[in-house]
Every structure is written in structure tokens, then in C-alpha cells.
């Protein structure tokens, strides 16, 4: 069972899997491969976005994941999917592996916060309260524990 902490609903399962596989971590190729289209550059930004802010929750105890932001953020996104022709019922809903785009908002992020090296508990905190200061698409959904 999830850390209460970082329960959001069973949408939120759903955009997992399909920013999985978006990512590129499905290694299976398909006929279907060529019909795939690029993961939307907006959908990229709200996978890393919220799979960023459940890290900063899982390494640092006095920030907690808002629930109903995140699951509200996940029903907007697969609605979006839907609406632009994305097949949300598939596991990949549809889009080819675009790992490079996920992996190049999350080094900016590490890079934004000086989070590379010996990272201390310390600076992931630091690096959520900042998010939440700075009101960014991370900081979103993150809250200080026990607000």
C-alpha cells in the first residue's frame, strides 16, 4: 500500500504508466510503433512535474504530497490526452519513447537546485520550499507537513 502521504487515485497509476512507457521504457517494438506519435511537449512538464514533487516527498519528511492537486492535475491531463486524440486506454497512450525530453526537464531541475553530488536531506527540502516559494508547476503539489 502507498505511503499515505503520496495517495493520489488510480488516475494517477494511469499517467504513470503511460509517462512509463512515454519515457521510453518499454523495450517491446510493435507494428503500432510507427503510427506513435511525440509525447506533447506540455504532458512532458506535468509528468515531471508531479513524478519530481512525489521524490522531494519521498526524500524529505517535512514536505507532503497535496493530494487532490495531484489528482485533479491527472484527470486534467488525461482529459487533455483524450481531447488531442491520445489513446489513454493503451499503456502508452498512443506516443512514441521520448526519454531525451523527460530527462532534460529533470537534469534542469537538478541542475536549478545544485542537486547533484552528495546531496544532503537538507538541500532536497530546500529545493521543494523553493519550488513552493516560487509557485512553479513542482511546487504545486507540494505542501510543508502538517499545513
Do not use: K, Y
Not at 506535468?46 to 507532503?64: D, F, I
Amino acid at each position: 500500500m502507498a505511503e499515505p502521504r503520496l495517495r493520489a487515485g488510480g488516475r494517477l497509476i494511469r499517467l504513470v504508466t503511460i509517462a512509463v512507457f512515454a519515457a521510453g521504457a518499454a523495450t517491446a517494438q510493435s507494428a503500432e510503433e510507427a503510427d506513435l506519435r511525440p509525447a506533447p511537449d506540455w504532458f512532458v512538464a506535468a509528468v515531471v512535474n508531479l513524478t519530481t514533487a512525489e521524490q522531494l516527498v519521498r526524500s524529505c519528511p517535512s514536505l507532503s504530497l497535496d493530494g487532490q492537486a495531484a489528482q485533479a492535475h491527472t484527470a486534467e491531463v488525461l482529459a487533455r490526452l483524450d481531447a488531442e486524440g491520445f489513446d489513454t486506454s493503451r499503456p502508452d497512450g498512443g506516443m512514441a519513447p521520448s526519454r531525451e525530453a523527460f530527462v532534460e526537464l529533470q537534469a534542469a531541475f537538478v541542475a536549478r537546485h545544485g542537486l547533484e553530488g552528495d546531496v544532503t536531506e537538507e538541500m532536497v527540502c530546500a529545493a521543494g520550499r523553493a519550488e513552493i516559494a516560487d509557485g512553479t508547476g513542482i511546487g504545486g503539489f507540494l505542501t510543508e507537513a502538517g499545513e
